[in-house]
T-cell receptor, first 115, second 108 residues
Framework: DVKVTQSSRYLVKRTGEKVFLECVQDMDHENMFWYRQDPGLGLRLIYFSYDVKMKEKGDIPEGYSVSREKKERFSLILESASTNQTSMYLC??????????????FGPGTRLTVL | DAKTTQPNSMESNEEEPVHLPCNHSTISGTDYIHWYRQLPSQGPEYVIHGLTSNVNNRMASLAIAEDRKSSTLILHRATLRDAAVYYCILRDDNDMRFGAGTRLTVKP
């Protein structure tokens, strides 16, 4: 089975802190994604990566950056956390290039609270 | 973007079939129809996808209307573990956009 793991299930940070969310997949997938999920807004794509050291902006990249130094690991960085970044963060991976029949595999999520 | 419309919520009794509808009247000829579900406190998981023909797998069946403007996810015998939010998504090469989904409640 594909496994996507996220470094923390719950995280509490203070405004202005730098926050790192880590995601690791164990199936040699090319693509990795970061979403946030908020009530009433559904899942929204923050960034994605289709190769090591490559990154593409999603729908809501402002306030976030990402890093992909190794194929299996994709990190989401909040340079200076703000209260409006309190959310559920979901990482996903998929085996092929971005495509119509591609399946995404999600991690369990990290619930981040910024005080 | 082609959009999908799903009921906000549905209820089912345990061990009965469940038909979850999705309307996608603006679907393009090359969009695939995907279904994901999200169990409580978990990330979404893939359920099934199709283009034109009906599809079956171990989790569910997908019935696609002949004009492709709607589809139905069928759970043949709902269990309590099937209680989740079910998302119908149209996939092109660039997008996978989740809507609000249908919250399925399964009653014992």
């Amino acid at each position: 089975d594909v496994k996507v793991t996220q470094s923390s299930r719950y995280l509490v940070k203070r405004t202005g802190e730098k926050v790192f969310l880590e995601c690791v997949q164990d199936m040699d997938h090319e693509n990795m994604f970061w979403y946030r999920q908020d009530p009433g807004l559904g899942l929204r794509l923050i960034y994605f990566s289709y190769d090591v050291k490559m990154k593409e902006k999603g729908d809501i990249p402002e306030g976030y950056s990402v890093s992909r130094e190794k194929k299996e690991r994709f990190s989401l960085i909040l340079e200076s956390a703000s209260t409006n970044q309190t959310s559920m963060y979901l990482c996903a991976s998929s085996p092929t290039r971005w495509g119509r029949t591609d399946t995404q595999y999600f991690g369990p999520g990290t619930r981040l609270t910024v005080l | 973007d082609a959009k999908t419309t799903q009921p906000n919520s549905m209820e089912s009794n345990e061990e009965e079939p469940v038909h979850l509808p999705c309307n996608h009247s603006t679907i393009s000829g090359t969009d695939y129809i995907h279904w994901y579900r999200q169990l409580p406190s978990q990330g979404p998981e893939y359920v099934i996808h199709g283009l034109t023909s009906n599809v079956n797998n171990r989790m569910a069946s997908l019935a696609i209307a002949e004009d492709r403007k709607s589809s139905t996810l069928i759970l043949h015998r709902a269990t309590l573990r099937d209680a989740a939010v079910y998302y119908c998504i149209l996939r092109d090469d660039n997008d996978m956009r989740f809507g609000a989904g249908t919250r399925l409640t399964v009653k014992p």
